[in-house]
T-cell receptor
Framework: GEDVEQSLFLSVREGDSSVINCTYT??????LYWYKQEPGAGLQLLTY?????DMKQDQRLTVLLNKKDKHLSLRIADTQTGDSAIYFC??????????FGTGTKLQVIP | NAGVTQTPKFRVLKTGQSMTLLCAQD?????MYWYRQDPGMGLRLIHY???????AKGEVPDGYNVSRLKKQNFLLGLESAAPSQTSVYFC???????????FGQGTRLTVV
């Protein structure tokens, strides 16, 4: 079945850039997503990219997609303490469901 | 516009007890999903529904049942709770499978 993998933890200093990586196995993925989960809350969509795109920028967020390697990354510029959360990569490509990764916990050190 | 509402928010069950988790959405979405979230394992799909009256198994369906009698509600049942079902449960709804998912706030279930 589909599989989405992420590293579990990332620690950065406030003001630095954060890069969260994700790999997926489903070659038919059409949409790839980044969700953010703050403590005690559900997931909220941050951004998404369509599979025919290489890059998408949205304010401090940059998503890069390497479709050949099935690699997705989320870069957060000028990381703030409010960015501390768990970030989930997800993909959808068929079978009427979305597959989520394990989540990467981002810790921002003041 | 409430979005996706889950009830209850917290519950403690004894092994062998049963319970039903309710997910309600007011966005007229066709697709509804139940996930469980465990440390280091991300979100795993339990069951999902692509429309009123339909249900399908996800990645980890054993020990759970679901029903979608009304489009706006998706119920998750545990017939005989086990400690392995201690988890945080999230419901999500989608307009279509390739669109944004809207999540509920989660139900923290502990089985002792």
């Amino acid at each position: 079945g589909e599989d989405v993998e992420q590293s579990l933890f990332l620690s950065v200093r406030e003001g630095d850039s954060s890069v969260i990586n994700c790999t997926y196995t489903d070659s038919s993925s059409t949409y790839l997503y980044w969700y953010k989960q703050e403590p005690g809350a559900g997931l909220q969509l941050l951004t998404y990219i369509f599979s025919n795109m290489d890059m998408k920028q949205d304010q401090r967020l940059t998503v890069l997609l390497n479709k050949k390697d099935k690699h997705l990354s989320l870069r957060i510029a000028d990381t703030q303490t409010g960015d501390s959360a768990i970030y989930f990569c997800a993909e959808s490509g068929g079978y009427q469901k979305v597959t989520f990764g394990t989540g990467t916990k981002l810790q921002v050190i003041p | 516009n409430a979005g996706v509402t889950q009830t209850p928010k917290f519950r403690v069950l004894k092994t062998g007890q049963s319970m039903t988790l309710l997910c309600a959405q007011d966005m007229n979405h066709e697709y509804m999903y139940w996930y469980r979230q465990d440390p280091g394992m991300g979100l795993r799909l339990i069951h999902y529904s692509v429309g009123e009256g339909t249900t399908a198994k996800g990645e980890v369906p054993d020990g759970y049942n679901v029903s979608r009698l009304k489009k706006q509600n998706f119920l998750l049942g545990l017939e005989s709770a086990a400690p392995s079902q201690t988890s945080v449960y999230f419901c999500a709804s989608y307009e279509g499978w390739d669109t944004e998912a809207f999540f509920g706030q989660g139900t923290r279930l502990t089985v002792v």
